[in-house]
């Protein structure tokens, strides 16, 4: 069954730094994948969409990449600020969209 | 404003007991889904529907039931809401692109249900 793994661990970041976070996928091939940020006891917040004819997308501070040879995605965030602190979540799928259980960020001051 | 209007935001129910989780959007959005969201398991897709009159199963349909019989409204109804559906319920909606796709969920705010 198909299958979104993101880092369960919490990632501890100096504020100033790039976060990266990763997604992985198996038994799949999305025709776009998403990220998400979700805030404690809050609906997620959509952040940016990237289809598998791209293999970068910029917003702002955000980066992601998506490479459906290693079946991943890169979720970058430059220049961290203690406020980006939060969940963030990979999702993929078409018409049936699942998502990733999320990492929780913590960027530190 | 644009959203996704979910009600109520607090529910405690007894089993057995019918009720209906609200969900509207005023974005004229084609694309509606219910999640449930429970700790370790994360977002799991309950139903969803791409325009009125369709619906499909998610990965945990059972115990659940949906409606789109307008294009701004999916109520989630629980016929007979048993403990094991205690959770937080978002529901969210969504774009088609032309061509096929979506663009990314708005969701709503989230409904935190307890049976009891």
């Known amino acids: 069954s198909q299958k979104i793994e993101q880092n369960s661990e919490a990632l501890n970041i100096q504020e100033g730094k790039t976060a990266t976070l990763t997604c992985n996928y198996t038994?799949?091939?999305?025709?776009?994948l998403q990220w998400y940020r979700q805030d404690p006891g809050r609906g997620p917040v959509f952040l940016l969409l990237?289809?598998?004819?791209?293999k970068e997308k910029r917003k702002e501070r955000l980066k992601v990449t998506f490479d459906t040879t290693l079946k991943q995605s890169l979720f970058h965030i430059t220049a961290s600020q203690p406020a980006d602190s939060a969940t963030y979540l990979c999702?993929?799928?078409?018409?049936?969209?699942?998502f990733g259980k999320g990492t929780r960020l913590h960027i530190l001051p | 404003e644009a959203q996704v209007t979910q009600n109520p935001r607090y529910l405690i129910t007894v089993t057995g007991k019918k009720l209906t989780v609200t969900c509207s959007q005023n974005?004229?959005?084609?694309?509606m889904s219910w999640y449930r969201q429970d700790p370790g398991l994360g977002l799991r897709q309950i139903y969803y529907?791409?325009?009125?009159?369709?619906?499909d199963k998610g990965d945990v349909p059972e115990g659940y039931k949906v409606s789109r019989k307008e294009k701004r409204n999916f109520p989630l109804i629980l016929e007979s809401p048993s403990p094991n559906q205690t959770s937080l319920y978002f529901c969210?909606?969504?774009?088609?692109?032309?061509?096929?796709?979506?663009?990314?969920?708005?969701f709503g705010s989230g409904t935190r249900l307890t049976v009891v």
């Open positions: 969210a909606s969504s774009l088609m692109a032309t061509g096929g796709g979506y663009y990314g969920y708005t």
């Open positions: 038994n799949y091939s999305p025709a776009y």
């Open positions: 990237i289809r598998e004819n791209e």
């Open positions: 999702a993929l799928g078409d018409d049936k969209i699942i």
């Open positions: 974005m004229n959005h084609e694309y």
């Open positions: 529907s791409m325009n009125v009159e369709v619906t």
